[in-house]
């Protein structure tokens, strides 16, 4: 395990495209198959997610993140001086390990009763700190602790029936297309901070559920068939 994961991250750190992929669906296949490691392959995930770079469309990140990092072995060096369209796909492709782990179809009150998915990664926290991330979908992504502090959201973020069983932190984060939270959850908490024009409503019973400051905007319930629509067009 320990040489499988140390080759797997120095392959991150690699200038060839293709051998980045292969060390983030090698992480992948260790983080499946050991779960006491998967938090830590998370970390290196999300690490990778926060390195500058400049992507095509002009967007960059140049700048430190507001919450230290911590460096890891052979992808902590920034992604400059790279194709800006291939590490475009290499970034969305971990984008993906997490989405599809952390993606849990059952419902909040179900979680004690229900077995998990045999693809779920329970009880994993994300820290995205500084990250600009390319049309995101959480939708019905759990996770127990998310960091979006100062985080650049480029096309659609999509938060659908996601649920939060820890804080939420997404402080100046800049949405280019918007933050949709319909129907997502949280345990209320003082720590969250939510994006603007997004708040918790404390409903009956304790559960928190996201709502638009204006319900004037509100599209009403997210079917699944919409959801299914919104994950694949991002596959």
């Given amino acids: 395990m320990t040489d499988l994961y140390t080759k797997a ?3 991150l750190g690699h200038e060839a495209a293709a051998v980045r992929l292969g060390g983030l669906y090698a992480l992948e296949r260790l983080a499946q198959d050991n779960p006491g490691h998967r938090q830590t392959i998370v970390n290196v995930i999300c690490a990778y997610l926060r390195m500058p770079w400049a992507s095509p469309g002009g967007v960059r990140q140049d700048l430190a993140p507001a919450v230290p990092r911590a460096a890891i072995a052979g992808a902590s060096a ?18 993906r390990i997490l989405e599809d782990h952390l993606h849990d179809d059952r419902a909040p009150g179900e979680r004690i009763a229900e077995p998990a998915g045999p693809r779920f990664w329970e009880g994993m926290c994300v820290d995205l700190t500084g990250a600009i991330l390319t049309n995101l ?9 998310a960091i979006f502090v100062g985080a650049t959201f480029t096309g659609g973020a999509r938060f659908y029936r996601a649920s939060f069983s820890g804080n939420a932190w ?19 908490l003082e ?11 404390v409903r009956s019973g304790g559960e ?3 709502v638009e400051d204006s319900a ?3 599209p009403g319930p997210v079917d699944d068939a919409s959801e299914e629509k919104a994950r694949s067009s991002n596959a």
């Fill in 191 to 201: 720590g969250h901070r939510w994006p603007d024009g997004w708040r918790l409503e």
């Fill in 9 to 11: 991250v120095e392959q």
């Fill in 137 to 145: 979908n959480f939708t019905r992504c759990h996770s127990a602790g």
């Fill in 216 to 218: 004037a905007d509100d």
């Fill in 208 to 210: 928190g559920r996201l």
């Fill in 78 to 95: 920034p992604a400059t001086g790279r194709d800006p369209h291939e590490e475009l796909q290499v970034r969305l492709t971990a984008q």
């Fill in 170 to 188: 997404f402080d100046e984060a800049t949405f280019t297309g918007g933050a949709r939270l319909f129907g997502a959850t949280a345990v209320p």
